[in-house]
């Protein structure tokens, strides 16, 4: 079955630990971004990376550092994690960048920082 | 900021068409509009894309208009089920993607 999968999808931690969300997709796909939602912000892009190895920041990237080494995973760091990071994460993928390629979404993570 | 303006919610009777509107007025001519929804705190779910023809799909129908500066996602015949946040939002070849806050579809019984 064509997904993405996350892990955790659910954690509770403390300021200053530091933590990996990971990101997996089966479909081969070329394009991956996380996001992050609170609550009347809508979906905020943190980072993305268009292939294997080429990430670059979105909206909201302070906080946050990400890697590409295989094509399947995009793990999402937070070296120092703070209060202001709970929230709930998303993390997408899409076959490419063109713009006629749906993203595909996990089903979630949510952080709360204590 | 967003590209694409949408109303914060809209309520609609259950069995009839839910047709939700959306401007993207800064449309540029490589940019495809895509609809988004979100059930509770799911992830998104891809809905229906469309660069300048009306689209159809097993889920909905999308008409643009002729100038491509705004466009509507129907939903012919709307159920309990479809309660969501419907995000609209337009991509091109940018490698950022910007959500906007969506509407929130109430669907009435």
């Known amino acids: 079955e064509a997904q993405v999968t996350q892990n955790p999808r659910y954690l509770i931690t403390v300021t200053g630990k530091k933590l990996t969300v990971t990101c997996s997709q089966n479909?081969?796909?070329?394009?991956m971004s996380w996001y992050r939602q609170d609550p009347g912000l809508g979906l905020r892009q943190i980072y993305y990376?268009?292939?294997?190895?080429?990430?670059d920041k979105g909206d909201v990237p302070e906080g946050y550092k990400v890697s590409r080494k295989e094509k399947r995973n995009f793990p999402l760091i937070l070296e120092s994690p703070s209060p202001n990071q709970t929230s709930l994460y998303f993390c997408?993928?899409?076959?490419?960048?063109?713009?006629?390629?749906?993203?595909?979404f996990g089903d979630g993570t949510r952080l709360s920082i204590l | 900021d967003a590209k694409t303006t949408q109303p914060p919610s809209m309520d609609c009777a259950e069995g009839r068409a839910a047709n939700l509107p959306c401007n993207h007025s800064?449309?540029?001519?490589?940019?495809?509009v895509y609809w988004y929804r979100q059930i509770h705190s799911q992830g998104p779910q891809y809905i229906i894309h469309?660069?300048?023809n009306n689209e159809t799909n097993e889920m909905a129908s999308l008409i643009i208009t002729e100038d491509r500066k705004s466009s509507t996602l129907i939903l012919p015949h709307a159920t309990l089920r479809d309660t969501a946040v419907y995000y609209c939002?337009?991509?091109?070849?940018?490698?950022?993607?910007?959500f906007g806050k969506g509407t929130r579809l109430h669907i009435l019984p």
């Open positions: 997408a993928s899409s076959l490419t960048r063109v713009g006629n390629q749906p993203q595909h």
């Open positions: 479909m081969n796909h070329e394009y």
């Open positions: 990376s268009m292939n294997v190895e080429v990430t």
């Open positions: 800064t449309i540029s001519g490589n940019e495809y």
């Open positions: 469309g660069l300048k």
């Open positions: 939002i337009v991509r091109g070849r940018d490698d950022k993607i910007i």
